[in-house]
């Protein structure tokens, strides 16, 4: 870098001395001119022959150099030094922005551990990660990385997690937890003993994803690979030809002005801005969903999410929590708690679902010494006797058996309690609704998707509630796994030819749903290795809402390649037209090379940001 | 077997993509992507074949940036 600076310096004072020398002393000036060009050209030079060498004919400095020295030689002295001076620079600002860019997406990735404290002969020995085994004890001090998945053998802690999942709320960790690698302790002292190789754990997989997330290509990077390839032999023919044919065409056009006009040509011919435009974009906008711990697996489908018009959700695990519990209690006659308590002990004998509900809604412990007898009917309910009283716990068809006046209650299970024949209340055991699955529909809406489907083997009345209270478009009730495909696929054929189908599903049972649609997503995959396989798409959190931020980003990130592309390519074809007409010389040329790419990269910058 | 190669000083977009190219076309290379931010080339090659691919992979890469120093990880 200092040298660089030094040589456009000493350029450049050397190329002012030789303007300013007077035109009588014509031998000094052009001692002064070729003295500033080997000292501007030198290092270019050499490049240019390596790579000729090699037998790479046509690389960025030979052209470079040629139009110099053709400028050169049609004695345009000041430009010839000029345009080595002008790519110089550039060279120098495509450089640092190039390192800047490199670093902030190193500064993403940068949830590498890079060493672990291992315990060994009751010694703690700070080691490279990879060389711990599994079954090994670490030991992690408060501030320190997580370095390799485990189970926390002692000490207590609160974790860092946002590398990971872009979540700030650290999380609680005791005893016989699951840690994971990535993670930053924040206080107490950890030890964990490691079930995961430094290969396969969290840190590494997420690492790997987002790194070879560049091989999956989208079709506009596709394309402007393809164009680069055509771009510079057809700007090197169009100049050989705007170098002869207008002189031999047009009276009183000389050779020397046509062939100063195709050498700038020469200077923009090079593609490295177009080439850089759209996977520089991809990149950043992966890096910027990282940040927010969405994982994408390629640069394809954020274009696809960019263009999704059809959402479509599995329910359970996905929108709701997947955690059946009390939501409400009406008692007829007596508590809240007694129902509950009564209830409870009645269904103790019970293993179901419903059963361990409601003993976890109960403020004290449930003792089943208090039963004296009880039954479990099937389909119905348990009958129970407690405490001497005959107590019935079930649904509707158990009080109607035992011709029970009850009040109906809905909004999920319902459970109903009578007591010695007289009806004591109800309780409602629902799935809940996440709180941010509220905002889903609306905001999705926002961003262009047309429709909110949601997909659920619940039954119909359940399901039409939670879709109701959601906003979601359409729902299909009482699926079986192999059903939901098939309504997916009805779905996609109902989408327009380039709008996109997603699927949101929690990846651990719904694989095929995942992989057939445009863009599967999975959610809450946070230490599940086989929804990261499935997923196109990985949302580390359990939160749906980042389903929009995803979409948002992707679209940020399409709008930032859209600018790239059209941006390097009119300032080039300008700048070409400008060169052809002699209006601007060289010196624009170059910027229409380096300035550009230093343009492109700096815009890709936003990608990166996540802001939306 | 995917493989990972760091090509250090990688300088030039379009070299990346020209190295992709000439290196997507080696015998028993199977998906290949040169990262311009990353500086890094990642290759599904098989496995018997590595050693060959990796004189093939040298001279491409140094025919088209001399300066690049390759690194195996």
């Known amino acids: 870098m200092k040298k660089d600076i030094a040589v456009i310096v000493s350029g450049a004072v050397l190329l002012i001395a030789a303007m300013l020398m007077p035109d009588t002393l014509s031998v000094v000036k052009l001692i002064l001119f070729i003295a500033a060009f080997a000292v501007s050209a030198f290092d270019v030079l050499i490049s240019a022959v390596k790579g000729i060498t090699k037998g790479n004919i046509f690389n960025e400095n030979t052209l470079m150099v040629v139009a110099a020295i053709g400028a050169f030689c049609i004695r345009e002295y000041p430009e010839a030094v000029f345009v080595m001076l002008f790519y110089r620079v550039g060279e120098l600002f495509e450089e640092y922005a190039v390192k800047k860019s490199r670093k902030s997406i190193s500064d993403v990735m940068n949830i590498c551990p890079e060493y672990a404290n291992v315990v060994r002969d009751g010694q703690i020995q700070k080691i490279d990660p990879d060389e711990v085994q599994i079954g090994e004890l670490i030991s992690i001090a408060a501030g320190e990385k997580v370095p390799l998945d485990g189970i926390v053998e002692s000490g207590s802690s609160f974790v860092d997690t946002s590398a990971l999942t872009g979540e700030s709320v650290p999380r609680p960790v005791a005893v016989g937890e699951e840690i994971l690698s990535g993670c930053i302790n924040q206080n107490g002292v950890l030890t964990v003993r490691v079930t995961k190789s430094f290969e396969d754990s969290t840190v590494s997989r997420i690492l790997d994803l987002v790194e070879t997330a560049s091989a999956k290509k989208s079709k506009s990077e596709k394309f402007i690979t393809k164009f680069a390839k055509y771009y510079t032999p057809i700007v090197l023919a169009l100049a050989l030809l705007l170098a002869v044919l207008p002189p031999l065409l047009i009276e009183g056009a000389t050779f020397r002005d046509y062939v100063y006009r195709a050498l700038s040509f020469l200077v923009v011919s090079c593609p490295c801005a177009l080439v850089i435009s759209v996977p520089l974009a991809f990149f950043g906008g992966i890096g910027g969903a990282a940040k927010k711990g969405i994982l994408v697996k390629g640069g394809s489908y954020l274009e696809s999410l960019s263009q999704a018009e059809n959402a479509v959700f599995d329910k359970t695990g996905t929108l709701t929590k997947g955690v059946f519990a009390v939501r409400e209690v009406h008692p007829v006659g007596m508590t809240a708690d007694e129902l509950l308590e009564t209830a409870a002990t009645a269904e103790s004998i019970s293993s179901h679902p419903i059963a361990q509900s409601l003993r976890e809604a109960c403020k004290t412990p449930v003792s089943s010494d208090r039963i004296e007898s009880a039954e479990e009917i099937a389909g119905h309910g348990v009958s129970a006797k407690i405490d001497g009283k005959n107590v019935l716990v079930g649904n509707g068809r158990l009080m109607e058996s035992g011709q029970i006046p009850y009040e109906k209650a809905d909004g999920g299970t319902v459970v109903y309690t009578a007591i010695d024949g007289v009806f004591a209340g109800s309780i409602v055991i629902a799935d809940e609704i996440k709180a941010d699955a509220k905002t889903l529909a609306g905001t999705l809406r926002q961003c262009g998707l047309k429709k909110t489907v949601m997909l659920t083997g619940d039954t119909k009345e359940t399901a039409e509630r939670v879709a109701k209270e959601l906003g979601f478009d359409a729902v299909y009730s009482e699926l079986l796994p192999g059903d939901k495909v098939s309504k997916l696929e009805e779905v996609m054929a109902n989408a327009s030819q380039r709008g996109k189908t997603i699927y949101v599903g929690d990846g651990i049972n719904d694989a095929p749903v995942l992989a057939r649609a445009d863009v599967g997503i999975a959610m809450g995959a946070l230490g599940s290795d086989a929804a990261i396989e499935a997923a196109d798409v990985v949302i580390m959190t359990d939160e749906p809402s980042k389903i929009g931020t995803a979409v948002t980003i992707a679209k940020k990130t399409m709008r930032i390649a859209k600018e790239n592309i059209i941006l390097s390519l009119v300032i080039k074809i300008a700048i070409l037209i400008l060169c052809s007409l002699n209006v601007v010389g060289m010196g624009v040329a170059v910027f229409g090379d380096v300035g550009v790419m230093v343009l492109a990269v700096l815009n890709s910058f936003r990608a990166l940001s996540g802001k939306e | ?73």
Do not use: R
């Not at chain 2, 997507?24 to 290949?32: L, N, P, T």
């Not at chain 2, 990262?35 to 060959?52: A, P, S």
């Not at chain 2, 890469?61 to 990880?73: G, R, S, T």
């Open chain 2, 1 to 73: 077997m995917v493989k990972k190669v760091k090509l250090h000083d990688l300088c030039c977009a379009n070299c990346a993509a020209k190295i992709e190219d000439k290196v997507a076309k080696i015998k028993g290379v199977g998906s290949v992507t040169v990262n311009f931010l990353t500086e890094k080339m990642i290759l599904d090659v098989e496995e018997e074949k590595f050693e060959v691919i990796k004189v093939e992979i040298e001279k491409i890469v140094h025919k088209i940036e001399p300066d690049v120093e390759i690194e195996y990880l």
